[in-house]
């Protein structure tokens, strides 16, 4: 099969971690991988230790893209450079002051950026398109493939995987990892944009075979939009994978905060790990924790909490305005983006994971990849969410500490986290988030495609929205 990826490793973030494990565990369900990714993808967060886990045998074919991005990306990178190097660095934080010709040059990108959008459509990765769908045709023709499955952001790598197949008649699965058209942390297209997204989205839809999505929110609004199409969508959702845990797993903690000495005078250890795009989760967890910390003063001495991952510079600017000691600066710290084996050791000697999403429109559809590798690694989970997909799946495996996207929510859960036992038994016992299992449910997924074979292309696609 040809798998049609932007993110791959040497990349990094959570985006990589469904493609490299599908990618890691098809070839034990009869299907051998060739992935097709940029050579030089513009975007910056590197994890190069995610190439052990990719096979000896694995077939990568790298090719060129024209990413206008990538000056930008650059810049970034060298400011980055000039943060670390930078003795005004505030290590709490991970923000250094900057100077300013290297705030003109922000500017400036930003301005390239305004420059080539209109350009770029569907996205920033759309030149590409037609690298990749012409590596993709050689390798078919010289060694033919069974099937084509491509994996969105960017969207761009459905076209890839469109044109494919155009050529080629090869069934098709379209994996949205998240939503194209209402993206809950996406601004709302408008006008011309609009029209165009929605052009090509339900073009996607109608050309795929069959579509994937990660949890039952985000398909259920694309079986709303596109009902006639709805036989041919499933859930697959994130997961974890056991071999990245360290063994064995599960609560650190020996008993109840309070109940002994040893356990009392511990810091009790929360961590978040993941990117932090959103501009509502980061302030509403912080005042919160203000906010009982101030109630309860004792807290201050028995909790650390932990950020691990990327943050935008709005919640840069919020994390520093909280730094201070007088403040949260004695509880809370943000150590920036990690490789994922040190993302998941951090994981693993917490005493509670953190997941927050914001109450806000279409968020409740939004699970967050990190949720299901917590559950894997069986530590309590403090989750601030709305009522939707993240809370279903808490509910289902009776797991975790639920609390209101609030301030107040904020607080009454942090407390509970701290006064209550850690749970002592499996998260997930059956296995359901297991991704060995994962992979298993796509590969049948692709023998059922294959099986049912391709409607010929000759009278061209189909309606919008309308299953083949």
Same mark, same amino acid.
């Given at each position: ?51 052990n886990e990719l ?69 920033a990765a759309v ?156 302030? #509403?967890?912080?005042?919160?924790? =203000?906010?009982?910390?101030? *109630? @309860?003063? $004792?807290?201050?001495? %028995?909790? !650390? ?50 997941q927050i999403i ?55 859960? #942090?407390?509970?986290?701290?006064? =209550?036992?850690?749970?002592? *038994? @499996?998260? $997930?016992?059956?296995? %359901?988030? !297991? ?34």
């Amino acid at each position: 099969m040809l798998v049609i990826a932007y993110y791959f490793p040497p990349l990094g973030g959570v985006g990589v971690q469904r493609t490299l494990k599908y990618v890691k565990y098809l070839p034990e369900n009869g299907w051998q991988p060739v992935v097709i990714t940029p050579a030089r993808p513009a975007y910056t967060v590197r994890d190069a230790t995610l190439l052990n886990e990719l096979q000896a045998d694995l077939q990568v074919e790298r090719t060129g893209s024209f990413e206008p991005a990538r000056l930008p990306a650059a810049v970034e990178a060298f400011l980055s450079r000039r943060r670390l190097a930078s003795s005004a660095t505030d290590a709490h934080v991970g923000q250094a002051t900057t100077s300013l010709p290297a705030r003109l040059l922000t500017k400036s990108m930003i301005l390239w950026n305004r420059v080539w959008a209109p350009f770029l459509f569907p996205d920033a990765a759309v030149g590409w398109v037609g690298a990749a769908s012409k590596r993709g045709l050689q390798v078919h023709k010289r060694a033919p493939v069974d099937a084509i499955y491509s994996t969105s952001g960017p969207v761009s790598c459905h076209l890839v995987a469109r044109k494919i197949a155009a050529r080629t008649g090869l069934p098709w699965i379209a994996d949205f990892r998240d939503p194209w058209i209402g993206n809950a942390f996406n601004s709302k297209p408008r006008g011309l944009n609009a029209y165009r997204q929605r052009r090509m989205e339900s073009g996607i839809v109608a050309w795929a075979d069959r579509l994937i999505f990660p949890t039952q929110g985000v398909m259920k609004a694309y079986a709303e939009r596109y009902p006639l199409a709805s036989a041919k969508m499933l859930v697959i959702p994130n997961g974890y994978d056991v071999a990245d845990f360290p063994s064995p797993v599960g609560p650190v903690r020996t008993g109840k905060s309070g109940t002994d000495g040893e356990v009392a005078s511990r810091r009790f250890r929360l961590v978040y790990a993941g990117s932090l795009y959103g501009e509502q989760e980061l302030e #509403i967890f912080l005042k919160g924790l =203000e906010q009982v910390a101030a *109630r @309860r003063p $004792d807290i201050k001495d %028995r909790l !650390d909490v932990e950020f691990v991952g990327w943050l935008t510079a709005a919640n840069r600017r919020l994390a520093a305005g909280y730094a201070d000691s007088n403040r949260l600066g004695s509880m809370v710290r943000f150590s920036g983006f990690v490789p994922h084996a040190e993302a998941i050791r951090k994981e693993a000697e917490a005493d509670g994971l953190l997941q927050i999403i914001a109450d806000d429109p279409r968020k409740g559809e939004v699970q967050g990849g990190k949720l299901m590798e917590y559950l894997g690694l069986d530590k309590q989970i403090l989750a601030i969410v709305p009522e939707g997909v993240a809370r279903e799946v808490l509910r289902e495996l009776d797991w975790g500490i639920l609390a209101d996207p609030t301030p107040d929510g904020v607080a009454v859960g #942090i407390e509970r986290l701290i006064d =209550e036992p850690p749970p002592t *038994r @499996r998260a $997930d016992p059956e296995g %359901r988030y !297991d991704r060995v299992n994962l992979a298993a449910r796509l590969a049948a997924y692709l023998d059922d495609a294959v099986a049912a074979g391709r409607s010929a292309r000759g009278a061209g696609p189909p309606p919008a929205g309308e299953p083949r």
